[in-house]
C-alpha cells in the first residue's frame, strides 16, 4: 500500500515538473495552440483558469486537473513564490485532485502547500487581507474535504469548523456579503454531514443535510440542480434513521426537479428508480402504488435503450421483480424474468 502510494505521489510530481518545466515534453506543447505559446504569462494563466473551469464543469475532471498543474506553474511565475495567489492556486490544484478518486493524498499535499504559502503571506494591520481571509476559507474547506477522504475524522472536523468560524469573522467584519457566506456555510454544513455519514453517525449527520440544504436553497433556488446530490444524500439518511416518509418525499422532490431540466431519457429513469427504491424500502403498504408508478417510469424510460441504458434497464427490472414476489405477484415476476432472459444473454448478463 505504501509503494502505491509513493508512486502517485511520484507520478503526481512529474506532473508539476512537466507543468513548470522551461522546455516542455510535446505532449504538453500540442495541447496548447500555436498563439499561445508566445502570451504573456498573465494570459496564459487566464487562459488555463478558463479551460479547467470549461473541463470540470463537463465533468473532465482529469483535464482540468492538467490545466490546474499549469494554473500553479503560470501563478508562480507572475505572481512570485509567496504571494496569496500561488496559495490560491495550490487550493484550487487540491479541489481538483479531490474530484478523482484515489487522489486525496495529493489534495492533501497541495492544501498543506497553500496552508505554508498563507502564513507568510497574512502580515499585520490586516487591512488589506481580505482576499487572503476568503482564500483561507477556502483552504480550511479543501483540507478538511481532504483530510475526510483520507478517513482522518477528528482533523477533518478541526478544519471544517475553523472554515465555518473564519467565514462567520469576516461576514460579523463586514468583509464578506451575506449572500457569500450562504454559499460557503452551504458546501462547509455538506461536508461535516457527509463527514458524520462516512462514520455511520446518521443521525448527527441529519440536522448538518438539512442545513446544507436550506442554505443551497436560499443561494440558488430551490429548484436548482444543485439540490438534487444534497436531497438524495438527506433522503439516505433519512432512509437509515427509519424516516421512511421524509425520505420518500425527499426523493420525490429530487425527482421532480430532474425531470424540470430536461434530462436524457437515462438521467431521468435513475432518478424515478431512486423514488421507487425508497417506497419499497419504507416497507409500508401505503407506499407499493408509488413504487409501482415509479419503477413503470424507470423502465419506461429505457426500454428501447441499447448498451450501458440496456444494461441499466434490466437492473431495474430486476428490481421491479424482487418488489412483485414480495409482494405476492409471483406469477407476473416470472413471466417477466422468463421475456428478458433472451435479452441477458445477449447482452452477457
Same mark, same amino acid.
Given at each position: #500500500?505504501?509503494?502505491? @502510494?509513493?508512486?502517485?505521489? !511520484?507520478?503526481?510530481? %512529474?506532473?508539476?515538473?512537466a507543468a513548470v518545466s522551461i522546455t516542455p515534453g510535446k505532449k504538453i506543447q500540442n495541447k496548447l495552440p500555436q498563439t499561445a505559446l508566445f502570451q504573456p504569462p498573465r494570459e496564459k494563466l487566464h487562459h488555463c483558469e478558463e479551460k479547467a473551469k470549461s473541463y470540470s464543469s463537463c465533468h473532465e475532471y482529469k483535464q482540468a486537473v492538467g490545466e490546474l498543474v499549469r494554473c500553479v506553474a503560470l501563478t508562480r511565475i507572475c505572481y512570485g513564490d509567496s504571494h496569496w495567489k500561488l496559495a490560491e492556486a495550490h487550493v484550487n490544484l487540491a479541489q481538483g485532485y479531490l474530484q478523482l478518486k484515489g487522489l486525496s493524498l495529493q489534495a492533501r499535499q497541495h492544501a498543506e502547500k497553500a496552508k505554508e504559502i498563507l502564513t507568510n503571506s497574512i502580515q499585520p494591520p490586516y487591512n488589506d487581507d481580505t482576499d487572503v481571509f476568503k482564500c483561507s476559507i477556502e483552504l480550511f474547506h479543501t483540507m478538511g474535504r481532504a483530510l475526510l477522504s483520507l478517513q482522518k475524522f477528528k482533523e477533518a472536523s478541526e478544519n471544517l469548523s475553523k472554515a465555518e468560524r473564519l467565514a462567520k469573522e469576516l461576514l460579523q467584519c463586514g468583509r464578506i456579503i451575506k449572500e457569500e457566506w450562504i454559499e460557503i456555510q452551504a458546501r462547509? @454544513?455538506?461536508? !461535516?454531514? $457527509?463527514?458524520y455519514q462516512s462514520q455511520k453517525k446518521s443521525k448527527e449527520a441529519l440536522p448538518h443535510y438539512q442545513e446544507a440544504l436550506e442554505y443551497i436553497e436560499s443561494s +440558488? /433556488?430551490? @429548484? !436548482? =440542480?444543485?439540490?438534487?446530490?444534497?436531497? +438524495?444524500?438527506?433522503? /439516505?439518511?433519512?432512509?437509515?434513521? /427509519? =424516516?421512511? %416518509?421524509?425520505?420518500?418525499?425527499?426523493?420525490? $422532490?429530487a425527482h421532480l426537479i430532474v425531470l424540470s431540466k430536461n434530462p436524457s431519457q437515462e438521467e431521468a429513469a435513475v432518478s424515478a428508480h431512486f423514488v421507487a427504491h425508497a417506497a419499497v424500502a419504507s416497507g409500508s403498504t401505503q407506499h407499493q402504488d408509488m413504487a409501482e408508478q415509479y419503477f413503470q417510469? !424507470? #423502465?419506461?424510460? =429505457? @426500454?428501447d435503450a441499447e448498451g450501458t441504458g440496456k444494461a441499466k434497464f434490466l437492473s431495474i427490472q430486476d428490481d421491479y421483480c424482487h418488489f412483485l414476489q414480495a409482494t405476492g405477484q409471483k406469477e407476473k415476476a416470472t413471466s417477466i424474468l422468463r421475456e428478458s432472459l433472451e435479452a441477458k444473454v445477449a447482452g452477457g448478463g
Open positions: #500500500m505504501q509503494e502505491s @502510494k509513493e508512486t502517485l505521489i !511520484s507520478n503526481h510530481l %512529474d506532473e508539476i515538473v462547509i @454544513k455538506l461536508s !461535516s454531514a $457527509q463527514m +440558488r /433556488g430551490e @429548484k !436548482s =440542480l444543485e439540490c438534487v446530490p444534497i436531497l +438524495r444524500e438527506l433522503a /439516505g439518511v433519512e432512509q437509515a434513521l /427509519g =424516516l421512511h %416518509d421524509a425520505s420518500v418525499n425527499h426523493f420525490l $422532490q417510469e !424507470s #423502465m419506461a424510460n =429505457l @426500454k
